[in-house]
């Protein structure tokens, strides 16, 4: 039994957790995820028997009390060819760390994964029936991760970008597809980011402010036809359950936005910073 253990945000935890799972699936391993027994009560996963609190307490204690060896992935320098001869070596094992990677694995179970990873009725039926007036075979859909909060430290705020620069993504976006009624579906952890004000920068697209919890704006953007935002495994998540396009805003100019730029998952899931 493989115990996958890491701290950090959900997506985060999430795209962790499924290297684990790939690599025990590869070699006949139960994978469990300490983390979405207790918390991120959003996903299939979380309904399933091996995940549950109690599991989650055995593998803690038995790790704190060195009673399960832990094959730690926490650092970027770390030695995944003698971490993975430790994961082979032992029956039960806790696997914790960011720095986990099994790319190929990954991708080759990804349907897996995705399955795993279903939102939960409760959270996708609202947000589906929101959506409905942007189904038209002439409409597209965007869905843009404005990030801000913790952005404003990460990478000495690199990424935090302000609303003028979305806006100027946005109707970039509407400039590369001129013939199509652009639907721009936004989620954000800013409580200041507003419709009306999104509405009066981008005149001639439609602008959505679902207001929805983490779930429900997971759900929103993976339902989307395109996507963009700063680097950030939120909107790489949702790119991956139905391979979205999405142009990732490594700066803040918006005439380095081509329709090449909106590249697959595979291709920045690979690129994650």
Same mark, same amino acid.
């Given at each position: 039994? %493989? ?5 950090? $945000?959900?997506?985060? @935890?999430?795209?962790?957790?499924? /290297?684990?799972?790939?690599? !025990?699936?590869?070699? !006949? ?37 060195? *009673? ?12 995944? +060819? ?7 070596? &032992?029956? =039960?094992?806790?696997?914790? !760390? ?12 990804? $349907? ?6 279903? %939102?939960?009725? $409760? ?9 409905? &007036? ?10 843009? =991760? ?8 990460? /990478? ?20 590369? =597809? ?21 509405? $009066?920068?981008?005149? =001639? +697209? &439609?602008? &959505?402010?679902?207001? !929805? @919890? ?6 929103? *953007? ?14 790489? +998540? ?36």
């Amino acid at each position: 039994m %493989i115990f996958a253990r890491d701290k950090s $945000q959900m997506c985060n @935890n999430l795209l962790q957790y499924a /290297h684990v799972y790939a690599w !025990g699936r590869e070699h !006949g391993r139960k994978v469990i995820s300490m983390r979405f027994s207790y918390k991120y009560q959003y996903f299939h996963i979380c309904h399933t028997p091996l995940t549950g609190l109690g599991w989650y307490l055995l593998a803690k204690y038995m790790a704190a009390l060195r *009673l399960l060896p832990t094959a730690s992935f926490k650092h970027e320098d770390c030695d995944p +060819v003698a971490l993975e001869r430790m994961m082979l070596r &032992h029956r =039960h094992i806790v696997v914790s !760390g960011w720095f986990v990677r099994y790319y190929d694995l990954f991708l080759k179970y990804r $349907q897996e994964i995705c399955d795993l990873f279903r %939102i939960d009725e $409760q959270y996708t039926e609202p947000v589906k029936e929101k959506m409905k &007036h942007s189904s038209l075979l002439t409409s597209l859909k965007l869905g843009v =991760h404005i990030r801000r909060g913790d952005y404003a430290q990460w /990478h000495d705020g690199k990424y935090c970008y302000d609303d003028e620069v979305y806006a100027r993504h946005i109707n970039r976006f509407a400039e590369l =597809h001129p013939d199509k009624d652009v639907h721009v579906y936004l989620s954000t952890n800013d409580a200041s980011v507003t419709e009306k004000r999104y509405q $009066q920068f981008c005149p =001639h +697209v &439609h602008i &959505h402010h679902l207001q !929805g @919890n983490a779930p429900e704006d997971l759900f929103m *953007l993976s339902e989307c036809d395109y996507l963009m935002g700063p680097p950030s495994t939120f909107s790489l +998540v949702a790119a991956m359950y139905r391979d979205i396009p999405l142009y990732r805003m490594d700066t803040a100019n918006a005439e380095d936005m081509t329709a090449e730029g909106f590249k697959l998952f595979d291709y920045w899931f690979r690129r994650i910073i």
